[in-house]
């Protein structure tokens, strides 16, 4: 198994943020996760290092026979310092919890960051697929055949009864949690969001912030995932989540509608300053940076901005995160100088997308 | 006497508005206002109609005879309409009190605005010169040369005790009012700015917000001026107000020194995100602009910005009132269309004032 390096993958977008998946207006990224354990070893928490370094290189020997990770490499966590680590975890590729420590593990990711594979997480295995848009089909298929081709090799904890056994019982049975990032600033203006979300929760959905669980709601983001593992399978999971991100589409562009209709100049208004800003700022957290790349977003969603692409956009939301930054610039920094670099940055990659473009149409024309 | 059209001044800025006087990045303009009367007749407050109308026929009698007035027109206040006026308030050629009413009245005004005479307001003439700058030596040769023209032709209610006499007892002895417009950003920045205010009125001088006397203070433009008027010659007055202003300017550039060495990059993004959101703005009100149109002159002042000149700035000041900005797209509006249209008259003219420039640096390259 090839050695992932950070450096590679900085060269380009995650490709699940590229906005080509069905809605990407409003999803973000659709994103499934399995919890597996093999029925050998005790879970992580209760095993010891030999153990840990046997699942470990049983789960590289098994991944190494896959199709589904021909192109995968492999990230050491204990080798690997905590920049690289944080800039994995500001992909979504990581968890936050999987960073320090000395303990055998390691991530497999595949080159486009689809597909990846913390082993010794919580669980022995977390498989995550994660596509752009709402296409939490292409997610399941590409999760499930990685699932079968290393249940080949790796003999699963599973019981008739309980399903897969996991570290934590609020994963066992699927062990799936699927989860799509849904962008809602129609709701958020118009004020429907809080009762929206609450309808979410009662049929036993958990709504968290863009960091999942526990993390504040940045840039009007909201990940919205099944609570429930246990007595539906992964189908039937995906079914009523799929159902009902679609009606809070349909809520959201209903919202956005009426904005528009009774208070166009203003949705305008602070779309643009947002855009005013980011152009010319000096100092940027990354708190304002998301909630001011929000109003751009909805103004790309809603046709009113087309001087940046969602896809670049996207891309922008992953460079500014601190790590990204300091790696990006070869540097560490405080809060405050990442701030002026970060502002650097955005309008940097904005004048490059302007331009871009005005090639683009000039060409066109 | 030719009679002055609220149009031809509009095609082009006040010229006392075109920053070419010293210390203009700071001064915005020096203003001296002579209180006069005539012997003959009683105040207005206490004289009839038809006094009212023999004052003014003397006046505009004795100053078609004045070369200081050969290029003056006059604007009966009867005659015009309220936006016409409003106009004139906000260019500063007449106050906001002689306003609305039927009785006799005028302002006689220099093509370039500089000079302008009230006539029938509180007092039967008030003389005023405006200039750019620090500059209040020019401004009071101005004045002082139409005064005595006029003087040769009106008998003015002079006493050898008390000078000369006016409607109100604050006025009276000189009748003088010297006042300047002064943007203090930094003082303000620094938090400076009340220990400065409250030395200024402890040595008898008045400080007030844009529009004058009882208005708020917008956009860090301060307007401060001598409160007595009895007891100093004219020179001494101007002399005191001049060291005063002086010293003023003394500490906002010492504050905006500090402000740079300490905080540059703070200040920095401050005066960019107000040019940012200025040339993106959608709906904007007056008093947004001059807080925003504030960052964008210290930018201006501190060498940070050059997209746009003092001059052009000041003048953007002038066009986005709403009287100037009704007259100009030629229809009434409420306060919200305002706003729209004010947005779009400032992108429009930040965009032209960098395509000029841009053509200009062009040429010089």
Redesign the interface.
């Known amino acids: 198994m090839k050695e992932l390096t950070v450096k590679s993958l900085l060269d380009s977008a995650s490709s699940w943020l590229d906005a080509t998946g069905p809605e990407n207006d409003i999803i973000l990224s659709s994103r499934i996760r399995l919890a597996r354990n093999m029925a050998q070893y005790p879970f992580v928490s209760r095993s010891t290092t030999d153990d840990m370094a046997e699942i470990l290189e049983n789960v590289l020997s098994a991944s190494s026979h896959c199709h589904s990770l021909a192109t995968a490499g492999f990230a050491d966590m204990t080798d690997m310092d905590e920049l690289d680590r944080k800039i994995l975890v500001e992909r979504h590729l990581i968890s936050p919890d999987f960073g320090s420590g000395t303990w055998p593990r390691g991530a497999l990711i595949k080159d486009d960051e689809k597909l990846s594979i913390m082993i010794n997480e919580e669980d022995h295995l977390r498989l995550q697929a994660i596509v752009s848009g709402l296409n939490m089909g292409t997610a399941w298929n590409t999760l499930s055949r990685v699932d079968d081709e290393l249940s080949v090799r790796l003999k699963y904890a599973f019981s008739e009864k309980y399903g897969y056994l996991t570290a934590c019982p609020t994963n066992a049975g699927t062990g799936m949690r699927v989860s799509v990032l849904i962008h809602l600033p129609g709701l958020v203006l118009t004020k429907d969001i809080d009762e929206t979300l609450k309808g979410v929760t009662q049929i036993g959905l958990s709504v968290r912030g863009f960091y999942g669980e526990g993390t504040e709601v940045l840039g009007n983001l909201f990940q919205i995932s099944n609570h429930t593992t246990l007595g539906k399978t992964e189908e039937e999971i995906i079914e009523t989540i799929s159902q009902v991100i679609t009606q809070i589409i349909g809520f959201e562009r209903r919202a956005c509608e009426t904005l528009l209709k009774e208070a166009r100049?203003?949705i305008?208004?602070k779309i643009?300053?947002a855009?005013?800003?980011?152009?010319?700022?000096?100092?940027l957290t990354s708190k304002e940076f998301m909630s001011l790349s929000s109003a751009v977003r909805l103004g790309i969603s809603l046709g009113i901005i087309d001087n940046i692409t969602m896809k670049s956009l996207n891309q922008l939301m992953v460079l500014v995160q601190p790590a990204h930054l300091q790696k990006l610039l070869g540097a560490t920094m405080e809060a405050g100088e990442r701030d002026?670099f970060r502002?650097n940055m955005v309008r940097e990659h904005l004048m490059k997308t302007r331009r871009k473009r005005d090639t683009k149409k000039k060409n066109e024309d």
Chains 1, 2 share one sequence.
């Open positions: 100049t203003h305008e208004d643009w300053r855009y005013g800003i980011l152009n010319h700022v000096r100092l002026f502002a």
